[in-house]
């Protein structure tokens, strides 16, 4: 995890599910079911290469909770549609 104090990398959204970045990957957790969710999947498989996926500095869920905006250490963004765990759009 980074230790810069400029980096937003935990949201709580209103369908009662937390999401936070640690280093490349992003997760949910529901505390209502107690389950786990990796939406990053494995690093080498989201970017179609073999090197590494840069860090997620920021993101934040849409106030319905159903996407998420992410932003990395290299300036792209990812449009997640947190329910079916899959990326919509990058920029």
Partial sequence: MSGDFY???LD????N?????L???IYTW???RHDVNNLSGSTAASTGSHSP??????LSCKS?????????EQGYV??????????????
């Fill in 23 to 25: 280093n490349n990957q």
């Fill in 30 to 32: 529901s505390p209502v």
């Fill in 64 to 72: 319905d909770g159903k996407l998420l905006a992410t932003a990395d």
């Fill in 17 to 21: 599910l937390v999401v936070v970045a």
């Fill in 12 to 15: 709580w959204t209103s369908s």
């Fill in 53 to 58: 996926t840069p860090n997620v500095v920021s």
């Fill in 78 to 91: 990812k449009l997640y549609d947190i329910e079916r765990s899959k990326v919509v759009m990058e920029f």
């Fill in 7 to 9: 980096t937003n990398i």
